[in-house]
């Protein structure tokens, strides 16, 4: 790592969300000498969704805890480290990507060959595995490691308003602190970290970004449950056939995937269990908006008879103890840095959960300020720039390989072919660190700086987007041999292989 000059080091940062991301930009910029406020409206311990890591994931906190001298922050890489030497730190295990498709009012079967299943593993052994995080627990955490590296946090603080100097590029803030105190503060750069919260948009009154654009149009309603039925139990009750499974079902993010969007289920080891419909809101009659949050969750419950089994006895749990329900889940904005300040990428926009690619974006993101901030290149607005337009691009090609899956809802064939555009993506992007002794850390999440793959991306999308208006799906092998055409360059993991009847043994970089 190059070391910033005395000049530099004595750059002051005001980071504006102690979630995972800005608490860990926060807590490496301090330690490698910057002089950090990392401020929030509330307070830890505190409910948060965003809970599935990946193998890009670890790669990059790998790299993270190597580059910056991080040690006390490697258990969070692998499950089997964390359960060893991180206990009291609550987290599930994730081996791969599990896939369920229902049909309402018809009980789930287990067939040969599997037309109702996809399971993707992303590990070779449990210990190795990706982890589903207690955000709340992991957040707090990471919090608590920022002020350990000489982070000033400022919880319970508002930040109420926002003016740069244009002659000497300094911010100036007033912040508002729980007792109604105010105080002006000065900073030299500010990052933003506060998600939906958008408090740089906010405050200096900069346009949204265009919505429209954006292929997804999703809704949720979630919360966590206590008392949730094992999937793989149920399924060894009813005597189906699991035996080629790759992995335990309950040890993967599940997805169970119906009629009208489909339902993720992420089990944490002391028994909780985050649970949440994602519904394609084409799919939603006029006035859903007016729907409370639980009838909204019963209803598409009893729709299926299997999950309605698998959460008859559930309760919700004492955190957050109640079902929360969204307005469309997409949003963009219409920057993501400028003149002296910068978004991490949970703040400059969010698709949808599907692959799960929110930790690793996020990830993304702090790995590559944090080298941009400590370089010895003092030029950073240049890098900002040049980061804030690659985010955005990663955004909308993350956005064409979400909204793809949901317009192939009626044919799992079409669904699962068009699901290996992402893990194409996510395999290749993980060799190429894997393969660089030297990691080129300006490589964008899921190559969205090859021009080539967002154009054969885009491609599939609008071929896709035909058969869906037609509603006239044709031939499944036909769009298989498409998608194998279109990947074939970055097929490192045997993607797309109808030997393997949709059961994917191993899929990882690793």
């Not at 979630?222 to 060894?236: E, N, P, Y």
């Amino acid at each position: 790592m190059s070391v910033a000059t005395v000049g530099e080091q004595g750059k002051r940062f005001l980071v504006i969300g102690a979630g995972f991301s800005g608490s860990l930009l926060s807590a490496i910029l301090a330690r490698h000498g910057k002089q950090v406020t990392l401020i929030d409206h509330a307070k830890h311990p505190r409910f948060v969704i965003g809970e599935s890591s990946t193998p890009a994931a670890g790669l990059i906190l790998r790299t993270l805890v190597k580059r910056y001298g991080l040690s006390e922050l490697g258990p969070l890489t692998r499950y089997g480290r964390w359960v060893n030497e991180l206990a009291s730190v609550r987290r599930g295990a994730k081996q791969g990507f599990s896939y369920f498709f229902h049909q309402a009012d018809t009980d789930f079967q287990v067939a040969e060959s599997h037309p109702n299943e996809l399971l993707v593993a992303a590990s070779s052994a449990l210990e190795l595995a990706d982890t589903q995080w207690l955000r709340s627990d992991v957040d707090q955490f990471l919090c608590d490691y920022a002020r350990q590296q000489g982070v000033i946090l400022r919880d319970l603080t508002t930040l109420k308003s926002l003016q740069r100097d244009g002659v000497s590029g300094e911010w100036a803030t007033t912040v508002v602190d729980s007792a109604g105190g105010q105080e002006r503060l000065q900073f030299d750069w500010v990052v933003d970290a506060s998600g939906q919260g958008e408090a740089v948009t906010r405050l200096l009154g900069l346009p949204s970004g265009d919505l429209h654009g954006l292929k997804t149009n999703t809704v949720a309603v979630f919360s966590h449950f206590d008392g949730v039925k094992s999937w793989d139990a149920l399924l060894a009750e009813e005597r189906q056939d699991t035996k080629d499974f790759p992995f335990p079902a309950d040890t993967s993010a599940q997805h169970h995937v119906l009629e009208e969007g489909w339902l993720w289920c992420l089990r944490f080891d002391h028994s909780v269990t985050s649970a949440g419909l994602v519904l394609d809101a084409h799919s939603l009659a006029d006035g859903w908006q007016q729907i409370p949050a639980e009838k909204m969750w019963r209803t598409h419950i009893a729709s299926y008879p299997s999950l309605n089994r698998m959460f008859q006895d559930a309760q919700l749990s004492v955190m957050p103890n109640r079902f929360l329900k969204t307005q469309r889940l997409q949003r963009i904005a219409g920057q993501a840095a400028g003149q002296g300040w910068v978004s991490l990428p949970h703040t400059a926009g969010f698709i949808d959960p599907l692959h799960s690619t929110g930790i690793a974006h996020s990830m993304s993101g702090v790995e590559r300020l944090a080298d941009i901030f400590l370089s010895v290149d003092s030029g950073h607005q240049v890098g900002v720039d040049a980061y804030g337009e690659q985010v955005l691009g990663e955004l909308k090609l993350i956005d064409l390989l979400v909204a793809g899956c949901y317009l192939a809802l009626p044919s799992k064939r079409h669904f699962e072919a068009y699901c290996m555009l992402y893990f194409a993506a996510a395999t290749t992007y993980e060799k190429n660190r894997m393969d660089s002794d030297d990691c080129n850390l300006g490589h964008a999440m899921f190559l969205a700086d090859d021009a080539k793959w967002v154009t054969a991306v885009r491609d599939v999308f609008y071929h896709l987007q035909e058969l869906a208006m037609s509603q006239n799906w044709g031939e499944p092998a036909q769009f298989e041999a498409i998608i194998r055409r279109k990947i074939k360059r970055y097929n490192h993991a045997g993607l797309c292989d109808a030997a393997v009847s949709s059961m994917y043994q191993y899929t990882a970089a690793m």
